[in-house]
């Protein structure tokens, strides 16, 4: 308890308002966490003092959206409870819940023993040249199937229930058994959701009916980084938590110890114009305030194309690892993967070491990396040609709150794209960017910008 107690201790203001939030006196809570403000350890922390007050390990339930993500929790609060009490808290997937919930039902409400949980039905192989683009808007869900619809209430079952089919089978329980729906409520005291952001409306509609009126739900996200809506993800939950429990309290964290204060003033331009009660400004902490240093750095080829932009970033990725910085603590982020893919040959064909990361935006967050170019940068690229440009905009903003302390904007007027050489234009989040094109940097590189 001391080493807990500690720990809180040393949490600034809004950490702490999280961590020590009471339910009873303040009703359902809602944590806005910004990038890089210590989101996971916040939650951790609450969950550990609830145990520590006298909440039962057993009656906690944390939902998350990935098994490593669910393993994390498991790891972190051991260290706080020890492997026994830490053992007995539930922190599992949505997908795990309801399997669980399933499965341990009542008697009759449940699943009957001997049935099998079957994975995603497998992709039918295709051939490579009609692989569809898993960027397109329009070909989104081609990498996973179609979600059954949830079957009928006492509709005859097989023996083999598919992980899609959990959720609404769970949901339909609740609605269906209210003897399932008071044993549930029992075992769950206290509801917490991490990465909330990322939730559909059924998920969050399991969540209301299992919470029922009690003021013990804790919802831990940041809509600014919702970038899954092509896996059905809503951030119109996290935005609607407030008006479905109009008696609970937000709190935001925006104090950021991970990047420069010159990348923070880039991230908060992005959603400069947000509504302000759901509006966060990333804020360095007081020992990194008036730090100075390079501000984030837009890089303009007008006269190259895409093997000039590579070969950039190759010298620049060279000018970093002699400045001190491993290569494997920098990263080239792109929007989507046939980007990916190239940027990979031209590092190799530039002799760029392979650790070097190359990797999507989406396969980047909850990363962080000394230095970052994001590349790219022009439009139909990114933004990515008809899709949602808001969850377009929260993409660049998770892009950009990735880097700790460099952070290179790159753009070119043509490249080879899907077999023909192209025009592009700048892309519109460059208006965020301020600071002047690099011509000097460039210059210094042997390089030019036309």
């Known amino acids: 308890m001391e080493l807990l107690e500690e720990a809180i201790a040393g949490l600034n203001p809004e950490q702490k308002e999280a961590v020590v939030h009471d339910h009873a006196a303040g009703g359902q809570l809602l944590v806005l966490a910004g990038a890089g403000s210590g989101k996971t350890r916040v939650l951790t922390l609450r969950i550990a003092r609830l145990v520590e007050t006298g909440v039962a390990p057993e009656r906690i339930v944390c939902v998350t959206f990935t098994v490593a993500a669910a393993a994390e929790m498991r790891e972190r609060l051991a260290l706080w409870l020890g492997k026994e009490r830490a053992g007995r808290i539930r922190a599992c997937t949505f997908h795990s819940l309801a399997w669980t919930f399933l499965r341990e039902s009542p008697p009759g409400s449940s699943l009957p023993p001997g049935w099998k949980l079957l994975g995603f039905p497998a992709r039918p192989r295709i051939a490579e040249a009609e692989e569809p683009d898993p960027d397109s808007p329009a070909s989104a869900s081609a990498g996973r199937p179609a979600a059954k619809p949830p079957r009928a209430p006492g509709a005859p079952r097989g023996e083999e229930v598919a992980l899609d089919e959990l959720m609404p089978l769970a949901s339909e329980l609740l609605a269906t058994s209210p003897e399932a729906l008071a044993a549930w409520r029992r075992s769950c005291e206290h509801l917490l959701i991490d990465e909330f952001q990322d939730i559909d409306p059924g998920q969050y509609a399991f969540c209301r ?154 396969a980047s967050k909850g990363l962080e990396y000394d230095t970052v170019f994001l590349v790219g940068l022009e439009e139909g690229l990114f933004p990515l040609e008809d899709a949602d440009l808001q969850e377009e905009r929260r993409l660049f903003y998770v892009a950009v709150t990735r880097a700790r302390e460099r952070l290179y904007l790159l753009r070119t007027k043509e490249r080879v794209w899907k077999g023909k050489r192209k025009p592009f234009e700048p892309s519109r989040f460059l208006r965020w960017h301020v600071e002047p094109f690099g011509t000097r940097l460039l210059r210094g590189l042997g390089l030019s910008d036309g």
Not at 272 to 288: G, I, M, N, V
């Open 209 to 362: 009916t299992l919470a029922g009126d009690s003021p013990n739900l804790c919802a831990v996200g940041d809509d600014d980084q919702a970038i899954y809506g092509f896996r059905g993800a809503d951030p119109g939950c996290i935005l609607g938590f407030l008006r479905d429990f109009p008696g609970g309290r937000l709190v935001k964290l925006e104090t950021n110890y991970r990047s420069h204060p010159h990348v923070l003033e880039l991230a908060n331009r992005i959603f400069a114009d947000k509504e302000e009660r759901f509006r966060k400004t990333l804020r360095p902490p007081a020992s990194r305030e008036g730090e100075r240093g390079d501000p984030p750095r837009a890089i303009r080829l007008d006269s190259g194309n895409g093997w000039d932009q590579m070969r950039l970033v190759a010298a620049l990725v060279r000018m970093r690892a002699a400045q001190g910085v491993p290569v494997g603590k920098m990263a080239v982020l792109c929007r989507v993967n046939r980007l990916c893919a190239t940027m990979r040959r031209g590092m190799d064909r530039f002799g760029v070491p392979p650790e070097l990361v190359v990797q999507t935006v989406h």
